[in-house]
């Protein structure tokens, strides 16, 4: 089975600190994201990166920068933590075969607070 | 672009119950769609997807989703509803179009299904 682990299940950070949040998957896939998930909004992507060193901005990227420097780790950074930032951070990890992308597979999250 | 809608935030459903969770979407083109559920403090798992042939589409646990193209829906459903069903769904659909949106899945905002003994 895939695995994508965040390395953080909760997390408090007071505003202004930086923050990363890491995430590791073992299957070799090429696509990872970010999303961050609040009730009532659902997901929206941050971030997410098809290869190496690649990153694409989603649909909330403001406050956030991201890092690939190996293919299996994809790191969200919040450059300066704020209160609104308070949410739920998900990494999901997919591929392409066959022409087709294969379903995510999701980490089991960290729950950030910043106080 | 892209989008799903899931209308009801709350489903409730006795135990042994048929349950439905709906579902439609929008799509420019041909549509591969998702759900996804969450059961408390944990991440999405894969259930089901649509991505060409038969309408009816079989999944883990028991569940299904019926694609119907005229109404742009993705109905989730299972014929029997078990208290351990209770979690968080998620209709999703797939971007296929080319560059840099490379497969990413849009969300729904989630429908909550409790089921009651």
């Known amino acids: 089975d895939v695995k994508v682990t965040q390395s953080s299940r909760y997390l408090v950070k007071r505003t202004g600190e930086k923050v990363f949040l890491e995430c590791v998957q073992d299957?070799?896939?090429?696509?990872m994201f970010w999303y961050r998930q609040d009730p009532g909004l659902g997901l929206r992507l941050i971030y997410f990166?098809?290869?190496?060193?690649?990153?694409e901005k989603g649909d909330i990227p403001e406050g956030y920068s991201v890092s690939r420097e190996k293919k299996e780790r994809f790191s969200l950074i919040l450059e300066s933590a704020s209160t609104n930032q308070t949410s739920m951070y998900l990494c999901?990890?997919?591929?392409?075969?066959?022409?087709?992308?294969?379903?995510?597979?999701f980490g089991n999250g960290t729950r950030l607070t910043v106080t | 672009a892209q989008s799903v809608a899931q209308p009801e935030d709350q489903v409730n459903v006795a135990e042994g119950n048929p349950l439905t969770v709906k579902c439609t979407y929008s799509?420019?083109?041909?549509?591969?769609l998702f759900w996804y559920v969450q059961y408390p403090n944990r991440g999405l798992q894969f259930l089901l997807k649509?991505?060409?042939?038969?309408?009816l589409v079989k999944g883990s646990y028991g569940f299904e989703a019926e694609f119907n193209k005229s109404q742009t829906s993705f109905h989730l459903k299972k014929p029997s509803a078990l208290v351990s069903d209770s979690a968080l769904y998620f209709c999703?659909?797939?971007?296929?179009?080319?560059?840099?949106?490379?497969?990413?899945?849009?969300f729904g905002r989630g429908t909550q299904l409790t089921v009651w003994p």
């Open positions: 799509v420019s083109g041909n549509p591969y």
């Open positions: 999901a990890s997919g591929y392409r075969g066959g022409g087709r992308y294969s379903p995510l597979h």
């Open positions: 299957m070799d896939h090429e696509n």
């Open positions: 999703a659909v797939r971007d296929i179009g080319r560059g840099s949106t490379l497969g990413r899945l849009y």
């Open positions: 990166s098809y290869d190496v060193k690649m990153k």
């Open positions: 649509y991505i060409t042939g038969d309408n």
